[in-house]
């Protein structure tokens, strides 16, 4: 740990996660807003430094290795937008 506490790892599941294939379109600022409810300090004061898109999954049986492929295209972050 270090001074400030260290760091908090906060994660968000889908409600459906049998998702073969689709369009995702989300409000960033919806993640930021639930994520003080859940943040053990203020963090109105802080910023976010990094956004992952990725999964940290597997079963018992594949000892943690995802056996599925994630494939990002024509990925576009629209500031200002209203989802």
């Known amino acids: 740990s270090v001074s ?4 908090q790892y906060i994660a968000f ?3 459906e996660i049998n998702i073969k294939c689709g369009h995702v379109a989300y409000d960033p600022t919806v993640f930021v807003n639930i994520t003080t409810r859940y ?3 203020n963090i109105s004061s802080h910023y976010l430094l990094g956004w992952e ?3 940290e999954w597997g079963t018992r049986s594949s ?3 995802a056996r599925f ?3 990002l295209r024509d990925f576009t972050v629209l500031p ?3 989802i």
């Open 69 to 71: 492929v994630w494939i």
């Open 80 to 82: 200002s937008v209203t």
């Open 53 to 55: 898109i990725g999964t």
């Open 13 to 15: 599941v889908p409600k």
């Open 63 to 65: 000892n943690g290795i």
């Open 4 to 7: 400030w506490g260290g760091w």
């Open 39 to 41: 943040s053990t300090f």
